[in-house]
């Protein structure tokens, strides 16, 4: 028996994402990486339909979030 294991950069689809989670991922630049994970990981189960709303809810949230960095 032959197992193939495959990994991708993103195995979240752009199309699976309400449009305002897709655009807020774009903002959040180094971070978007580890939110799609959140949300990757909540997407699976159905139980978890609560903490996906609430994963999107917080990359939208992240997304307006600015700093500035002292000197």
């Known amino acids: 028996m032959l ?4 990994a991708s950069c ?3 689809s752009s199309s699976n994402l309400p449009a305002d989670v897709e655009a807020a991922l774009q903002r959040v630049g ?7 994970q959140i949300i990757e990981n909540y997407s699976k189960n159905e139980s978890d339909s609560v903490k996906l709303k609430a994963s999107y809810y917080l990359v939208k949230s992240l997304a307006e979030v600015t700093y500035l960095e002292s000197q």
């Open 10 to 12: 993103s195995s979240i």
């Open 30 to 36: 180094d971070n978007r990486g580890e939110l799609e």
């Open 3 to 6: 197992i193939v294991l495959t």
